[in-house]
């Protein structure tokens, strides 16, 4: 069973470009997460997809969006890129409600790895 | 403002002792305490949990101690193995309705043979 799939693994993009970074879920999972972690720091929260519906957001500007699709796979969309942006983009997915199971709670994705020039 | 600590950047121990990785909080709405292990190249892997209500949870090598009203929370592995070396991170959630999580930076854990 394929758990959390992330593509591409590595990115290299433009100051001012847009980049689209893909997340599908581990099987049996509804719900996805997406985080930033940048270099020496602890992933950070950017916004959670459920029901294709944004649920909730983390602190980052509106130029983070995302989507998610019927089949529960879904999108990080950044546009207008700045340096800052440079950092390991991580998805994971859950089931709703399922924060401790072992099989059901956050399960991570390997990462995107974007480098903004 | 950051809600979860780590203050060791890194620790190294050696094969068959106890490591012991900390977490500090700063929020008492946090619910739920979870430490997750890290290898280069790869998403952040779930170790062990802990809710609130408790104060200890064991599995297998790994216990998590929860102090409350510390806002502690602890990490033990005994024996250690070169295999877990890695970064460890600490991570909190409110609710436990599976929104998001607030991590620490991380702690990199060295085992030597």
């Known amino acids: 069973d394929a758990g959390v799939t992330q593509s591409p693994t590595h990115l290299i993009k433009t100051r001012g470009q847009q980049v689209t970074l893909r997340c599908s879920p581990k099987s049996g999972h509804d719900t996805v997460s997406w985080y930033q972690q940048a270099l020496g720091q602890g992933p950070q929260f950017i916004f959670q997809?459920?029901?294709?519906?944004?649920?909730q957001r983390g602190n980052f500007p509106d130029r983070f969006s995302g989507h998610q699709f019927p089949n529960y796979s879904s999108e990080l969309n950044v546009n207008a890129l700045l340096l800052g942006d440079s950092a390991l983009y991580l998805c994971?997915?859950?089931?709703?409600?399922?924060?401790?199971?072992?099989?059901?709670?956050?399960?991570f994705g390997s990462g995107t790895r974007l480098t903004v020039v | 403002d950051q809600q979860v600590k780590q203050n060791s950047p890194s620790l190294s121990v050696q094969e068959g002792r106890i490591s012991i990785l900390n977490c500090d909080y700063t929020?008492?709405?946090?619910?739920?305490f979870l430490w997750y292990k890290k290898y280069p190249a790869e998403g952040p892997t779930f170790l062990i949990s802990i809710s609130s209500i408790k104060d200890k949870n064991e599995d297998g090598r790994f216990t998590v101690f929860l102090n409350k009203s510390a806002k502690h929370l602890s990490l033990h592995i005994v024996p250690s193995q070169p295999g877990d070396s890695a970064v460890y991170f600490c991570a909190s959630e409110k609710g436990g309705s599976n929104y998001k999580l607030t991590f620490g930076k991380g702690t990199l854990l060295t085992v030597n043979p």
């Open positions: 929020n008492s709405m946090f619910d739920y």
């Open positions: 997809y459920y029901e294709e519906e944004e649920r």
């Open positions: 994971a997915s859950s089931l709703v409600g399922a924060m401790l199971d072992p099989n059901y709670g956050y399960t």
